[in-house]
């Protein structure tokens, strides 16, 4: 089946880019999304990409989509504080179903 | 706030007990989802309901089950609870169309002592 890998942990100074990458094995998603967790709080729709587009940009997120690579990516320009958080990419996958990867923990140095 | 509600928001039990977590999804949403989070853990999928039949069964043990109503809230039933089923559980709704993403509620924190 569909198999979704992430780093588990990127850490970051304050100020810097971030970039969480996530590969995927199956190229049929339509949809591919970036979920944001922060500490004790339930999962946030941060931004999602369609499979025919290879960027989006979203003020400081960036998407970017290599789908012959099947690589998938979320950059975070100018890193805060606040951006301290578990990030989950996911596939929408057949049936209506998400797929996920295990999720990248963002810490952000001082 | 995503719309989604899940109650109650934190519950502590004895092992060998029964519990039930509810969920109210987003206006107009079809497609109830519920998700059991442990410590350190990703998302593990458990069970998806569509407009009241269920769609998609993942990891879900055989101790839980759930339902989801004719006016599409859901339940999660959590039964002969054992320590390790101490975790965060959460209810995401999406519309069941073309398009799949999700919303989440808060979570159930759910303490089995």
């Known amino acids: 089946g569909e198999d979704v890998e992430q780093s588990l942990f990127l850490s970051v100074r304050e100020g810097d880019s971030s970039v969480i990458n996530c590969t995927y094995t199956d190229s049929s998603s339509t949809y591919l999304y970036w979920y944001k967790q922060e500490p004790g709080a339930g999962l946030q729709l941060l931004t999602y990409i369609f499979s025919n587009m290879d960027m989006k940009q979203d003020q400081r997120l960036t998407v970017l989509l290599n789908k012959k690579d099947k690589h998938l990516s979320l950059r975070i320009a100018d890193t805060q504080t606040g951006d301290s958080a578990i990030y989950f990419c996911?596939?929408?996958?057949?049936?209506?179903?998400?797929?996920w990867g295990a999720g990248t923990k963002l810490i952000i140095k001082p | 706030d995503s719309g989604v509600t899940q109650t109650p928001k934190h519950l502590i039990t004895a092992t060998g007990q029964r519990v039930t977590l509810r969920c109210s999804p987003r206006?107009?949403?079809?497609?109830v989802y519920w998700y059991q989070q442990s410590l350190d853990q990703g998302l593990q999928f458990l069970i998806q309901y569509y407009n009241g039949e269920e769609r998609a069964k993942g990891n879900i043990l055989e101790r839980f089950s759930a339902q989801q109503f004719p006016d599409l809230h859901s339940e999660l039933n959590l039964s002969s609870l054992e320590l390790g089923d101490s975790a965060l559980y959460f209810c995401?709704?999406?519309?069941?169309?073309?398009?799949?993403?999700?919303?989440f509620g808060q979570g159930t924190r759910l303490t089995v002592v």
């Open positions: 206006s107009g949403d079809l497609s």
């Open positions: 996911a596939l929408g996958g057949s049936n209506y179903q998400l797929i």
């Open positions: 995401a709704s999406s519309s069941g169309g073309g398009r799949t993403e999700a919303f």
